[in-house]
C-alpha cells in the first residue's frame, strides 16, 4: 500500500475495491492524475482510494506524472526518550530535509536534523518508513521523505534554523506529543505512529 497526503488529505494505493468512506476509482492507463490530486487539494474529496489489480504499475504511473523530491527525516531521542520537534508554519513537525547531489540518504538525514535544530552526536539506530506529500509550487511536486529512528546524548542548547523558517526546536515527553500531534500534518501523525510501533 502506498499513502500520498495532500493537504492532508489521503490518497491510498491499495488492492481493495473499496475502502470505507473513500471515493474509490479503479486504476486505468488513461487515469488523470492531476485531476486526482486536484480533487483533494481542492476539498473535492477528503479521501481517495486508487483500487488496482498490480500496485506497482498504478505506482509508477503516477509518480513518472510528477516531479520528485527525495528527502530524509530523523525521529530523535535523547537520553530521557524525548523526541525532537520543531515548530514551523504554525505547525509541530519533524527536522528533514532535501537529498543533495552525491549524498546517500543516511547521510542527508543527520545532516538536516544537525542544521535545522543545532544537535550532534547523532547515531542512526534503523530505518523507519517512508512518507509521502505533495505541494504546490508552479507545478505539483512529489516529496519522498525516509525516515530514520536517531539517538544522541547531546544535552546543549538547541538552535532553530530560522532561515529554513523554524521558530522552535524542543525536546517533547510521550504527554507533549500528543499536545502536538493535535497541531501537525497528517504524514508525521503516522511517523509517530509508525515509531511508537516499532517500539512497542
Not at 542548547?157 to 506529543?177: N, P, R
Not at 500531534?181 to 511508537?196: H, Q
Amino acid at each position: 500500500m502506498y499513502e500520498v497526503f495532500i493537504n492532508n488529505r489521503p490518497l491510498v494505493f491499495d488492492e481493495n475495491q473499496k475502502i470505507d468512506n473513500y471515493f474509490s476509482i479503479t486504476y486505468s492507463d488513461d487515469i488523470n492524475w492531476q485531476e486526482i490530486v486536484v480533487s483533494l487539494e481542492s476539498n473535492k474529496h477528503d479521501k481517495v482510494n486508487i483500487f488496482c489489480a498490480d500496485i506497482e504499475i498504478a505506482w509508477q504511473s503516477f509518480i513518472a506524472s510528477f516531479h520528485k523530491i527525495i528527502a530524509g527525516g530523523g525521529v530523535v531521542r535523547n537520553k530521557n526518550k524525548e523526541l525532537l520537534f520543531i515548530f514551523r508554519n504554525g505547525k509541530w513537525d519533524l527536522p528533514k530535509g532535501k537529498l543533495e547531489q552525491n549524498e546517500n540518504i543516511e547521510t542527508c538525514s543527520l545532516r538536516e536534523v544537525e542544521e535545522e535544530c543545532g544537535v550532534n552526536g547523532l547515531q542512526i539506530v534503523s530505518q523507519l518508513n517512508k512518507s509521502y506529500h505533495m505541494y504546490f509550487q508552479n507545478s505539483w511536486i512529489l516529496k519522498e521523505t525516509n525516515w530514520f529512528i536517531m539517538d544522541t546524548s547531546f544535552d546543549g542548547q538547541l538552535i532553530a534554523q530560522i532561515e529554513e523558517g523554524i521558530q522552535l526546536v524542543e525536546w517533547k515527553s510521550d504527554e507533549q506529543i500528543k499536545e502536538c500531534l493535535l497541531n501537525t500534518y497528517s504524514n508525521i501523525e503516522k511517523v509517530i505512529k509508525n515509531y511508537y510501533e516499532s517500539i512497542s
